[in-house]
């Protein structure tokens, strides 16, 4: 086996994760992310998400298992970042930028930079303390991206945030991916998953699901059009649902693209919700 290094990848190796003496949240989870590719890991809350991104940053300890490959400059952006310095984002961003070897001004570039692009209400010089929580997402964002990241993690990033930062947020990580660096993000929409990555996969019972994507050559997409049944019929969050990759809402219709394995899963789900199957397209 060749020698792991920033070239070949991060791989997690049979990695196992049990709190206290409860049973393990994460069984024998194996996965190889490479440069330029763009890893998304769905799966319900609670499912070991946001454990197996802390142990492939080296945040938290495997119980057995081990992590090979990790590169020097590692972006992470936890679930919840703890924003209440009475600094402001810039000189918070500035101060981090030094720390990780840049020079004052250009830490100061960099982090106006991506601020600008991510659309910091109340811009630059708001104080950390009074950044609402998509706001301070938006600085955790910045902070992991000061400097060009080998790895880049990403804990539910798009959670909180508007709709200018959700297209930069998409577009930074198409960048960091073609400068050479591995993403992985997570996300329980299985369609933010889906549409942002090249690689999927899902937790489920401890264990990491390698999924067909939609643009992936294998993958068997479904597609489902549902009408309602009657008056009572409720409109689930579809692009919540598992497998879901597609949404489109017309007037007394929605049309979704589904995974083929979660298909029957999901017309169940509609009919016991008031839905009428109106088509199939496998
Ligand atoms: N430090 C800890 N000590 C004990 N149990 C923990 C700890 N961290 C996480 N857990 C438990 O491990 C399980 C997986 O948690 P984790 O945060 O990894 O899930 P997740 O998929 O990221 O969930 P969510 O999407 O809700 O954030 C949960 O049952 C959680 O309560």
Same mark, same amino acid.
């Given at each position: 086996?060749?020698?792991?290094?920033?070239?070949?990848?991060?791989?997690?190796?049979?990695? @196992?994760?049990?709190?206290?003496?409860?049973?393990?949240?994460?069984? !024998?989870?194996?996965?190889? +992310?490479?440069?330029?590719?763009? +890893?998304?890991? $769905?799966?319900?809350?609670?499912?070991?998400?946001?454990?197996?991104?802390?142990?492939?940053?080296?945040?938290?300890?495997?119980?057995?298992?081990?992590?090979?490959?990790?590169?020097?400059?590692?972006?992470?952006?936890?679930?919840?970042?703890?924003?209440? !310095?009475?600094?402001?984002?810039?000189?918070?961003?500035?101060?981090? !930028?030094?720390?990780?070897?840049? &020079? #004052?001004?250009?830490?100061?570039?960099?982090?106006?930079?991506?601020?600008?692009?991510?659309?910091?209400?109340? !811009?630059?010089? @708001?104080?950390?303390? %009074?950044?609402?929580?998509?706001?301070?997402?938006?600085?955790?964002? /910045?902070?992991?991206?000061?400097?060009?990241?080998?790895?880049?993690?990403? *804990?539910?990033?798009?959670?909180?945030?508007?709709?200018?930062?959700?297209?930069?947020? $998409?577009?930074?990580?198409?960048?960091?991916?073609?400068?050479?660096?591995? +993403?992985?993000?997570?996300?329980? %929409?299985?369609?933010? +998953?889906?549409?942002?990555?090249?690689?999927?996969?899902?937790?489920? *019972?401890?264990?990491?699901?390698?999924?067909?994507?939609?643009?992936?050559? &294998?993958? #068997?997409?479904?597609?489902?059009?549902? @009408?309602?049944? &009657? $008056?009572?019929?409720? /409109?689930?969050?579809?692009?919540?649902?598992?497998?879901?990759?597609?949404?489109?809402?017309?007037?007394?219709?929605?049309?979704?693209?589904?995974? *083929?394995?979660?298909?029957?899963?999901?017309?169940?789900? /509609?009919?016991?919700?008031?839905?009428?199957?109106?088509?199939? #397209?496998?």
């Amino acid at each position: 086996m060749p020698a792991m290094g920033e070239d070949s990848g991060t791989e997690l190796r049979e990695v @196992t994760k049990r709190y206290a003496a409860s049973a393990p949240v994460l069984a !024998g989870v194996s996965l190889a +992310v490479r440069p330029g590719e763009v +890893v998304g890991i $769905a799966g319900a809350n609670g499912c070991g998400k946001s454990t197996l991104l802390k142990i492939l940053v080296g945040l938290s300890l495997p119980t057995s298992g081990t992590v090979a490959g990790r590169p020097d400059v590692v972006g992470y952006v936890p679930e919840r970042f703890p924003a209440h !310095g009475r600094i402001s984002a810039r000189a918070y961003l500035t101060h981090m !930028g030094r720390i990780r070897g840049l &020079g #004052r001004a250009a830490a100061a570039r960099r982090a106006g930079e991506l601020l600008d692009r991510l659309d910091l209400v109340g !811009g630059p010089g @708001t104080g950390l303390r %009074r950044l609402s929580k998509g706001n301070a997402q938006k600085v955790a964002l /910045a902070q992991a991206l000061l400097v060009a990241p080998g790895l880049l993690v990403l *804990d539910e990033p798009w959670s909180g945030l508007d709709a200018t930062a959700h297209q930069a947020l $998409a577009e930074l990580i198409k960048e960091t991916a073609r400068a050479g660096g591995a +993403v992985v993000f997570t996300d329980h %929409r299985e369609a933010v +998953v889906a549409a942002n990555a090249s690689a999927v996969y899902r937790v489920v *019972d401890g264990r990491l699901h390698a999924r067909p994507g939609p643009g992936d050559a &294998g993958a #068997r997409v479904a597609h489902v059009e549902l @009408t309602p049944a &009657g $008056a009572g019929a409720e /409109a689930p969050h579809w692009p919540t649902l598992p497998g879901v990759v597609d949404v489109a809402v017309g007037e007394g219709s929605v049309a979704l693209a589904v995974l *083929d394995p979660y298909c029957d899963e999901l017309l169940f789900h /509609a009919i016991r919700n008031g839905w009428s199957v109106a088509a199939v #397209r496998r």
